[in-house]
């Protein structure tokens, strides 16, 4: 049975459950399972609040790399996009990993085809390949490098000056990266429907009504909205700017889960989305696959241990090696 007719089938357990019993109290039957499958749920700040104050661990991707690492659990529980389940299982091929969603993917990893960044490769055979995180499994087995948005910076530094870089698959953090490092670099033409999503328009209107507020902003997003920005940097990074900032009030551009956690940490402060192009429930910009992710997802895909992520002995082997090449390098002083 494929992977998609066993959670179309899990799925459909899961509601005869939740049908037949009065009411399930997903939080307590969550903690349950944790405890009884050795479980740990790492959660990505993008994910809905509930998946967020019930995880083991909330993070960006580097952090949930580094805790995807070192967990030690039976089975890892990931609640975010594919790629990065995927990447914590070829971070630990022994381990179960499993996703609430497999179809909760990634519109920057399906910008750059493997295919298509092997044919570049092949036309610059000079270059050493770095990708962003939000790639697959199989483009990361032919990269040199991994980097997120919080070590690229350092990552693109590591590498020998006269050495020419490709960068993919986000155009936007690759341009904002060569501003801060003075690299020119091939770049990979993807980008994230989350972050392109934001309206300078309406973000400058927003402004106008908090003028004392501090434009903060994620480097994926692209450069007129970085340009109006305080503060650019990843996930994390902004958290904590909003914390260690005296200002009392921050605009935030990036996907708006983040606001979450941020005000946990700064609950005397006001934050404010950067409203999206397009109207909708909360204008700002969400993304989709991250709240493809919920709950009842979170609970079943525990009971069941599916759907699992696989990656092939070689793939995995192959990807590890950038993947660590990234952890020892962010991990240096």
Known sequence: MNLDKAKENIL?????????????????????LKKE???????????????????????????????AAEVDADLIVFAGVHFMAETAKILNPQKKVVLPDLNAGCSLADSCPVE?????????????????VNTSAEVKAISDLCCTSSNAKKIVDSVPLDQPIIFAPDKNLGAWIQKETGRKMLL?????????????????STHKSYPNAKIIAHPESEDHILKTAEYIGSTSGLINYAKNNPAKEFIVATEAGILHEMQKEVPDKKLIPAP??????????????????????????????????????????????????????????
């Open 37 to 67: 499958k050795n479980a740990v749920i790492l959660a990505h700040y993008y994910q809905e609040p509930a998946i967020q104050d019930i995880a083991d661990f909330v993070g960006d991707s580097l952090q949930l790399s580094y805790k």
């Open 12 to 32: 459909k357990a899961g509601f005869l459950d939740i049908k037949t019993s009065d009411k399930i109290d997903f939080v307590k039957e969550i903690i349950k």
């Open 188 to 204: 990979w033409d993807g980008a994230c429907v989350v972050h392109e999503a934001f309206s300078i328009d309406k973000l400058i």
């Open 276 to 333: 999206a192009v397009e109207d909708n429930s909360c204008a700002c910009s969400e993304c989709p696959y991250m709240k493809m992710n919920n709950m009842e997802k979170l609970y079943l895909c525990m009971k069941y241990e599916l759907p699992e992520i696989n990656v092939s002995e070689e793939i995995q082997k192959k990807a590890l090696i950038p993947i660590q090449r990234m952890l020892d390098i962010s991990s240096r002083k």
């Open 116 to 132: 298509a960044l092997q044919a570049l490769k092949d036309k610059h055979p000079d270059h050493i390949v770095i990708t962003y």
